[in-house]
C-alpha cells in the first residue's frame, strides 16, 4: 500500500510541473503582454479583459462547485439507493437558460462601454496633439512613415508622448496584424485594403510590438520596437531624420559607400536620402504609398536603429549600430566578427533569417568591413 500512495503522489506532481513550465513560459523579461497598460486604449481593452475573466472565473467556480457537490452527494454507496432521476424539470431548465444569458449579457454591456470608451479618445477637438503614421507590413519587417513630417523608417516606430496617432495599416504581401500590447490592441493588416487605429501613448520608454497574425515561415520573427518620447525629444529626432545622410570622411566609410552603390548592388533595393534619393518621400516602398522600385528599408539614418531584419538582430541595451560594441573596427577589422550582427547580416542573410528578400552578392571580409563602416556613419 505505500507504494501505491508514492505513486499516486508523484502521478500529481507531473501535471503541476507541466502546468508550472507553461505558465513560466511567459515570464519573459521582454515579453509583450496586456497586463503593463501605458495608454487609455490599452487600459480601456485590459479593464475589459479583467472583466471578462472575473465573470468567467465566477461562472467556472459556481458550475464546479455544483459538479463536485454532486459527484460527492450522489456517489455510489453500499446500501444506497439509486437518487431520484429528474426529468423535465422547469424550475432547473430556467435557471440554467436564464443564468447564461445574464452572464453574456453583462460581458455584451462591457464590451459595448469599452467601445464607446475607445471612440472618445479620437474626440479631442484640437485639444490634444495629434500625429499620423503609415504602418506597411512586409515580410518580415515594418516600416514606418510620417507622411507630415516627411520621414521614412524602418523597424522603430517613433511616437510623441500623449499625442494621439491616426495610423494607417497596409501591406504589401499577405495579412499581417500590428499589435503593441502596452499601448494598443491587434488590428489585421490587409492587402489592398486599408485599416486605420487610434490610440494614444502616455508614458515615455520602450515598447514591444510584432506581428500577431501568421504571415509566413518568419511570422515569429516579425518584430519592431515603440519608442515614445516627449515633445522636445520627438521633435529633435524628426528634425534629425529629415536631414540628408552626411558624407562619411572615413576612407574605409568611403570605399564602403562605394560598394554600396557600385559593386555591392544595395542601391537595387535600398535608398539613401543624398545618396540615390532626392526626397524621404521616395524613400516609401513599394507597398501603395509611393510608386518606386525599392523593395527594402530606407537607410539614410540606419546607424540610429537597433533592430534589424524584423527584430532578428538587435543591438545591446543602450546602444544602436553605431555604437554597438561588438561591431567596433579596429584597424578596419572586427576583434571577433561571429559576435557582430550586421556582420552576420552582411555575411549570410538567408542564415540569419531565412526565406527573407535580402539577396547579397558574396562578399570578402574587408568588403563587408567597409560596408559596416560606412553604415555605422548614417546617423
Known sequence: MPIFRRMKHRGAIIPIVLLSSLLFTACGGNSPTILNPTGPVAVQEANLFWFILAVATL???VVEAVLIWSII??????NTPAPRQIHGNNTIEIIWTVAPSLFLFA????????????????????????????????QWWWEFDYPNQHVNNADTLYLPQGSVVHMDLQ??????????PSITGKTDVIPGHLNQKIFRADQVGEYHGQCAEYCGTQHAHMYFNVIVLDTNAFNAWVSNEQQSARTPTDALALQGQKIFTGSGGCTGCHGIVGVNLNSFD??????????????GPNMTHFA?????????????????WANEPACQLVNGKLANK???GLYQWLHDPQAVKPG??????SLSDSQIYALIAYLQSLK
Open 73 to 78: 452527494r450522489y456517489r455510489e454507496r453500499p
Open 304 to 320: 540610429e536603429r537597433r533592430f534589424i531584419a524584423g527584430g532578428v538582430l538587435i543591438a545591446s541595451e543602450g546602444h544602436n
Open 282 to 295: 521616395a524613400a516609401k516602398t513599394n507597398s501603395g504609398l509611393s510608386a518606386t522600385a525599392l523593395v
Open 338 to 340: 561571429d559576435n557582430c
Open 107 to 138: 460581458v455584451l454591456t462591457g464590451t459595448i462601454y469599452t467601445m464607446f470608451n475607445l471612440t472618445n479618445i479620437s474626440s479631442t477637438n484640437g485639444s490634444i496633439p495629434e500625429i499620423r503614421v503609415a504602418a506597411v507590413g512586409h
Open 356 to 361: 527573407n528578400d535580402m539577396v547579397i552578392s
Open 59 to 61: 461562472v467556472f467556480v
Open 171 to 180: 501591406s504589401s504581401n499577405v495579412i499581417h496584424s500590428f499589435w503593441v
